[in-house]
């Protein structure tokens, strides 16, 4: 397995290098083929995951050019048991479609642009070394890696207007996160007295063990998007081209939950405060994100705040298995690591297939703008389809994928009753109620895709001649889609792949527990409730069949009779022009709704046009009656949302901060006496807090 192993991460460094150094193959045939051999590298990482779930030894010796060799310790390495297995094989198993995607999206002479495919493959080989990393030294250069990846992506258009101050949120937020995980790892290692994470697991408890907890969770929840740090992540998805937000947001963002799991496989309980926080952040994640989703006018933006709602909800999962592991309940343990994985395959399935499916849209119009989109899926079926059945699924409707996962998740919330303590029970009824709200919005944001870009009407235009994928792309887009379904319809099989890959966190056969019977599904404990996404699969076609035999029985011949009747001048099928729904339109009544939420801004003014119906301006208080002037007076309505964490929590500490390197400033007087002044008085202030924490 070693050489499967080495074939993997060979193949990526190779298509770093044949990007980097160019050649007849990227002058004549574009970047395409570099991005096969990622695909055949996260083939080879996704079946050594396979392997691993299975028990089997997985594990590569680079401790030389890695990690670091301590004598009289285990070499360090890379190593997968099975909860790696189990998310190199989501993980990898989700790139290598997305790969193939990315390979026919880059033939495009419009997209020939060296470097991007370094960056992709050093953000997938750096979610191989975070997944597999055996100590602390290997899996802090696998998350720096990881960042830099993500700046580069981000960044990779950086001549368009925002993709720079883009990538750098996106690298700075990175590097908060990797300074976190630093000094957590840090305060683990002095109180193993080892760098191997295994020995992190002896620390004994007491505030170093409690300080790294925090931390870890602090940094892993940055990557993931949680808030009060999510403001970095619509900002770098949006700013990435084409399918490599699939990479970012399908693919890498994983690695944030897999820190989760492990965390909790190696330190166990964590104090009853932190619970609460990481559930109220979840929560609250998952309901801002998919609030700021519900009233974005750019495709890549919604999609990408609905990924901090899928954060959060996977989140919320893994903090109820976090309340299990205070409480000493392993079966909530199992229950929330459940639906926490069964989230995070749906959404590794779902946003890697939409934001696939988002770029051959994008590629065909030149603009990611939802009125510029309007019925655009007519001229790309393929990535048309794919928006569809993706939006399906994280919209939670049956027969996906989604539905099955928010089903375990709002199950396993409501298991509060069985939690001592008020405190626990409070919080887990407030994270319920913010999901099931959350659950109803995400219904709202997507029917707002497909009844706008896939269902929408043409106006009586011709749609156009198609520019979507290649072959490649569009089986691409077919396999995500078909395991978006799939993975629902096999749910007891995917449990027993899950309950194999938490068995670090906690015994399989807990997690089996979830399984009724072979076909019948439960949440974990016993006489709650019961759901087969299987049976429901088969029964939702038979029922519309009977339904279309049923209509035509009755009507005959009258089922596919045509009438003509005048169109209802309303937002309904049949208006066109300035009468239909818009996208602002359709999203202004959640955006009042949620006013409070998102502080909306609204403004009504006036503008004057002359005959010609050019715009002469905003109407002053003192300019003439438009009767007496000849010109037509019109009412414009602007509403529009802001970050709230922005606007009130990171533009203070900014201008706080920026206050401070101005004084800062005045320091720099050119003087070496000066400066010795400064070292001198740094080195007596580090040896007095040495001292006195000694």
């Known amino acids: 397995m070693s050489g499967l192993f080495a074939a993997g991460l060979i193949l990526l ?9 160019g ?25 050594l995951g396979g392997f691993a779930l299975t028990g089997r030894s997985v594990q590569l010796a680079v401790g030389g050019w890695l990690g670091q060799a301590v004598p009289g310790q285990p070499t360090a390495g890379l190593a997968a048991d099975r909860l790696s297995g189990m998310f190199l094989a989501l993980s990898f198993g989700a790139a290598v479609p997305v790969s193939v995607a990315f390979a026919s999206w880059a033939r495009s ?9 370094a960056s992709y493959a050093l953000a997938l080989g750096s979610v191989a070394v975070i997944v597999t990393a055996r100590d602390a030294f290997t899996f802090l250069f696998g998350w720096e890696g990881l960042t830099l990846a993500f700046y580069l992506l981000a960044g990779s258009e950086r001549h368009k207007r925002g993709r720079g101050a ?10 908060v996160s990797g300074a976190a995980l630093l000094f957590a790892l840090l305060l683990l290692a002095t109180g193993s007295h080892s760098i191997m994470l295994a020995s992190f697991a002896h620390v004994p408890g007491g505030a170093a063990r409690t300080t790294a907890q925090v931390l870890l969770l602090a940094g892993l929840a940055i990557k993931a998007g949680l808030v009060p740090f999510q403001i970095w992540l619509p900002r770098g998805y949006s700013a990435a081209p084409g399918p490599a937000r699939a990479i970012m947001a399908g693919v890498c963002v994983n690695v944030a939950f897999y820190g989760m799991w492990r965390t909790l496989a190696l330190l166990g309980r964590v104090p009853g405060w932190l619970v609460g926080v990481v559930l109220v952040l979840g929560a609250l994640s ?14 890549s933006r919604v999609i990408a705040y609905s990924s901090i709602e899928n954060s959060g909800l996977i989140v919320t999962g893994f903090g109820i298995a976090l309340t299990g592991a205070a409480v000493g309940d392993r079966r909530l343990i199992a229950a929330g690591l459940l639906a926490a994985t069964l989230q995070l395959v749906a959404h590794t399935t779902a946003k890697s297939l939409l934001f696939t499916s988002v770029a051959g849209i994008e590629a065909a119009a030149g603009s990611d703008d939802l009125e510029a989109l309007r019925v655009r899926a007519r001229r790309t079926p393929w990535s048309g389809f794919g928006l569809a059945v993706g939006s399906v699924t994280l919209a939670g409707l049956p027969p996906t994928a989604g539905f099955v996962s928010e089903w375990f998740l709002l199950e396993s919330l ?49 749609p156009g001649a198609s520019t979507d ?24 099989l995917e449990i027993r792949v899950i309950a194999a890959g938490l068995s670090p966190d906690v015994p399989s056969a807990l997690t089996m527990g979830a399984l009724k019977s072979p076909w019948v599904l439960q949440p974990v404990f016993a006489g709650f409730s019961i759901l087969s996404p299987s049976w429901l699969c088969l029964e939702m076609p038979v029922m519309l069949l009977l339904v279309v035999l049923f209509t035509w029985a009755v009507s005959g011949r009258r089922l596919l009779r045509v009438r003509r009747v005048p169109a209802w001048r309303s937002a309904t099928i049949g208006v066109e022009g300035a009468d239909s729904y818009t996208a602002f339109g359709y999203a202004n009544p959640t955006r009042r709704v949620l006013a409070g939420v998102l502080d909306t801004r609204s403004e009504v003014r006036q503008i004057m046009l002359e005959e010609n119906g050019s715009d002469n301006g905003g109407g002053a208080p003192d300019r003439p009656d438009p009767e007496e002037t000849g010109q037509a007076a019109h009412l414009q309505y602007a509403s529009d949302v802001i970050e709230v964490v922005e606007a009130y929590l990171y533009r203070p500490v900014f201008r706080a901060f920026m206050s401070v390197v101005a004084v800062a400033k005045r320091l720099q007087s050119g003087r070496l006496d000066a400066y010795l002044l400064y070292m001198l008085i740094a080195l007596i202030a580090i040896i007095a807090v040495v001292t006195a924490l000694a």
């Not at 460094?13 to 150094?21: E, M, P, R, S, Y």
Request: charged residues 10%; positive net charge; contains cysteine.
């Open 23 to 47: 050649g007849p193959i990227a002058r004549f045939m574009g970047s395409g083929p570099l991005y096969l051999l990622g695909a055949a590298g996260s083939a080879c990482l996704a079946v």
């Open 166 to 175: 883009a990538a750098q949120i996106t690298f700075a937020f990175g590097k």
């Open 469 to 492: 994928y290649g072959w490649a792309g569009r089986v691409a887009v077919i396999v995500l889609a078909v395991c978006c379904v799939a993975i629902a319809a096999v749910t007891p």
């Open 13 to 21: 460094a190779l298509a770093a290098l044949t990007d980097l150094a």
């Open 414 to 462: 409501m298991q509060q009753f069985r939690v001592p303590g008020l405190g626990y029970r409070l919080v887990l009824a407030l994270a319920g109620a913010a999901v099931a709200l959350t659950a109803g919005f995400a219904g709202v944001t997507f029917v707002r895709l497909v009844g706008l870009i896939v269902l929408g009407r043409a106006g009586g235009r011709s």
């Open 286 to 299: 998952a309901l801002l994100g998919i609030a700021h989703a519900a009233v974005q006018n750019r495709l």
């Open 109 to 117: 002479p419009r997209e020939k642009r060296r470097g991007l495919g």
